[in-house]
């Protein structure tokens, strides 16, 4: 069946009155943590805002658009990239998912990052280093070749999986069809869609839409609503992570802790019987 894609809108810093929502892993630098949810489990990826946020800024607004909405993936070269975000599939019927302009290129601003194995990075057009709009992929092993400093190259990393790797190493176990397997199958599809389906993984070789590998994209969204016995926090939790959710009183914060539970990947929530105005929350994510 086609997942269904909750629409969900980001918060990632918010000034003065704005309730103070800010996404953080205990070992690395604040960036949003995103869900990509497949039938094999949830691939849960942690975003570089600070160093790349030209690029994950656009990788947001695709998300938050709901132009990544019944999205798939088109390309799957085992042993080297899984690649989404070109297009859609819906009613089985397979579009382009429109694009906005190329961004800038941003390979070299802020820290760099090689395209090692459990990175996500943007594609690109070959000969044009600033040409990455909608589509990215995962890399699958070490493809540090992608760093090289050249116009086919600068591939650039804007995040890497903090939980779901094992996930990842599924794909490196498809095969490339050749009549006889029976599931998990690279098939060549340009005769029926174009060359950009000449590597399309499919669950099983036939072209119902349910053999597509859909990879939904939910943010960890974070909402608060005021209830009869205080405030609630509700949020998208991590799969098999410790979720913290902490809160503070003043600008700049000094966070405390209001609960630590472990995320099963389903929407939580929590009540703040002590909620007043005054306090600002944030979830934070440790492995």
Not at 24 to 49: C, H, K, M, P, W
Not at 228 to 243: E, H, K, V
Request: a positive charge.
């Amino acid at each position: 069946m086609l997942f269904r894609r909750i629409k969900d809108a980001v918060v990632s810093r918010c000034v003065l009155a704005a309730l103070l929502l800010v996404f953080t892993l205990s070992s690395a630098r604040a960036g949003t943590l995103v869900q990509f949810r497949t039938v094999f489990g949830d691939i849960e990826v942690e975003l570089y805002n600070q160093d790349k946020p030209v690029t994950v800024q656009n990788f947001l607004r695709y998300v938050q658009s709901g132009r990544y909405a019944n999205e798939f993936s088109h390309r799957l070269v085992p042993g080297f990239v899984l690649q989404g975000g070109g297009f859609t599939l819906t009613t089985n019927l397979i579009s382009a998912i429109p694009t906005n302009p190329p961004i800038t290129n941003e390979f070299g601003v802020g820290q760099k990052f090689s395209n090692i194995r459990g990175t996500i990075a943007m594609a690109k057009l070959g000969g044009d280093t600033n040409s990455a709009t909608s589509q990215w992929f995962f890399n699958l092993v070490d493809n540090t070749f992608l760093d090289a400093p050249d116009t086919n190259n600068f591939f650039v990393v804007f995040g890497h999986v903090v939980q779901g790797t094992n996930i990842l190493n599924l794909f490196n176990s498809f095969q490339y069809y050749t009549n006889d397997q029976p599931s998990n199958v690279v098939v060549n599809l340009s005769v029926y869609y174009g060359g950009n389906f000449t590597t399309c993984p499919l669950l099983y070789p036939s072209l119902a839409s349910t053999n597509f590998v859909f990879l939904d994209i939910t943010l960890l969204q974070v909402a608060i609503q005021p209830v009869a016995n205080g405030r609630q926090i509700s949020w998208n939790s991590a799969a098999g992570m410790t979720n913290i959710v902490e809160f503070t009183t003043n600008l700049p914060p000094a966070w405390n802790p209001l609960i630590s539970t472990n995320g099963t990947g389903s929407r939580m929530a929590v009540v703040d019987p002590a909620a007043s105005p005054n306090r600002f929350y944030r979830v934070r994510v440790a492995n």
